[in-house]
């Protein structure tokens, strides 16, 4: 798993914990998905579908890679163009903070928005 993906699960269930905590529910167990670093709202379905893409592991099937791209058109083809555009940057900048890596061609290094590189 990588790292990143470990990060979400850990943030995601200290979250849900604390909610429970507070409704005095005892703790749940792991859960089955991995949740990922997306604030709910507008456009959330749009943002996870393109985390969803850029975590997918180097060695995913062509399948695999094929449906989260299709997901992530299906979503953003749901937004204005505006909008979809000004969160595909927002989402882009923040996974190359986290993770250091270009969510384009998942080089280390430089973050290519705007097809300045390998998008
Ligand atoms: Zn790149």
Same mark, same amino acid.
């Given at each position: 798993?990588?790292?990143?993906? /470990? /990060?979400?699960?850990?943030? *995601?269930?200290?979250?849900?914990? *604390?909610?429970?905590?507070? /409704?005095?529910? =005892?703790?749940? =167990? ?6 990922? $670093?997306?604030? *709910?709202?507008?456009?959330?379905? +749009? ?5 969803? @893409?850029?975590?997918? =592991? $180097?060695?995913? $099937? &062509?399948?695999? +890679? ?6 992530? @058109?299906?979503?953003? %083809?749901?937004?204005? $163009?505006?909008?979809?555009?000004? @969160? ?8 190359? *903070?986290?993770?250091?890596? !270009?969510?384009? !061609? &998942?080089? =280390?290094?430089?973050?290519? @928005?705007?097809? %300045?590189?390998? %998008?």
């Amino acid at each position: 798993m990588p790292d990143l993906a /470990k /990060k979400a699960l850990a943030i *995601a269930r200290e979250m849900r914990e *604390a909610e429970r905590r507070r /409704k005095g529910l =005892p703790p749940t =167990p792991e859960p089955q998905e991995i949740p990922l $670093p997306v604030a *709910a709202g507008p456009g959330a379905a +749009y943002r996870q579908a393109l985390w969803h @893409l850029w975590t997918l =592991p $180097p060695d995913a $099937p &062509q399948a695999t +890679y094929d449906q989260a791209l299709a997901e992530v @058109l299906l979503q953003e %083809s749901l937004l204005p $163009p505006l909008v979809a555009q000004a @969160l595909h940057r927002e989402e882009a900048r923040r996974f190359h *903070a986290e993770t250091g890596r !270009c969510p384009f !061609c &998942q080089e =280390p290094g430089e973050l290519h @928005l705007d097809g %300045s590189g390998g %998008s």
